[in-house]
């Protein structure tokens, strides 16, 4: 099990840019697959990028491919997610998630989740 704590989140002009954060606490966090998700008001909790344990592996949602990019440092136990060209389509609360073995893009798949933090863009 890993706690899992986001900073970073904002009030951001369209086509601005935030890095998010996401601090983890726990034992070996080198062998979790991290992930972002964002919740929209009214709307489910969605995937929006995952990174392997070792880091060598990215994936993303169609709709931030381009835009956003997902990394992390293991030795500081950090996972962040840089987005650029931000839409007002992006305003969400993001979660920072973490899964033992592979990325999913299933909420249900991972166990720990951090608080969230707030992204909202302006047009």
């Known amino acids: 099990q890993v706690q899992l704590v986001e900073s970073g989140g904002g009030l951001v002009q369209a086509g601005g840019s935030l890095r998010l954060s996401c601090a983890a606490s726990g034992r070996a966090f080198e062998r979790y697959a991290m992930a972002w998700f964002r919740q929209a008001p009214g709307k489910e909790r969605r995937f929006v990028a995952g990174?392997?344990?070792?880091?060598?592996?990215?994936d993303y949602a169609d709709s931030v491919k381009g835009r956003f990019t997902i990394s992390r440092d293991n030795a500081k136990r950090l996972v962040v997610l840089q987005m650029n060209s931000l839409k007002p389509e992006d305003t969400a609360v993001y979660y920072c998630?973490?899964?033992?073995?592979?990325?999913?893009?299933?909420?249900?798949?991972?166990?720990?989740w951090g608080q969230g933090t707030q992204v909202t863009v302006s047009s």
């Open positions: 990174i392997k344990s070792s880091g060598t592996n990215e």
């Open positions: 998630a973490a899964r033992y073995s592979r990325v999913s893009y299933l909420v249900d798949e991972y166990p720990d």
